[in-house]
């Protein structure tokens, strides 16, 4: 199967790409364990992460490059308190995730710490993409959520 995605993958770049150079710009966050402000509760102390301080980059990034792709690769709403709000609906670090369009949430190790139900929860109310391969299922041996393939500008990411 993963070299059937493969032949399909270099296939559609073979179909849709032309001569004409593109730039895509790819960004990634990680490890953000709770941080959307740049504020770490168990020290009482300002520190240099969140949300609130990559939103600028972000939105740099956006009006820079119209073809952009954002990930966040795990570990999102383990530590500074986050734990406090794992029964909401929609954990705020999810609402951060959606609220700055990001197109992938990549699970980190961290992101199974409260169980499957809290896990599931968060992955239904995320807008984007959700990519997990290295998580196999017991009964079925079937990848998790296995990758994706974007299509920007008649490009295969």
Known sequence: MELYSLFIFILLNYIFCDSDSITIAIAHTSDMHGHIYPWDYATDSEIDAGFARTDTVIQELRNKYP??????????YQDNLADIFLNNDTHPMIQALNLLKYDVWVLGNHEFNYGLDILERNIKN????????????????????????????????
């Open 67 to 76: 073809n952009f792709l954002l990930i966040d690769t795990g570990d999102l």
């Open 126 to 157: 995320f807008n984007g993409t959700v990519i997990c391969s290295n998580i196999k299922y017991e009964d079925s041996g079937k990848i998790m959520f296995p990758h994706t393939i974007f299509l920007i500008s008649m490009v295969c990411v």
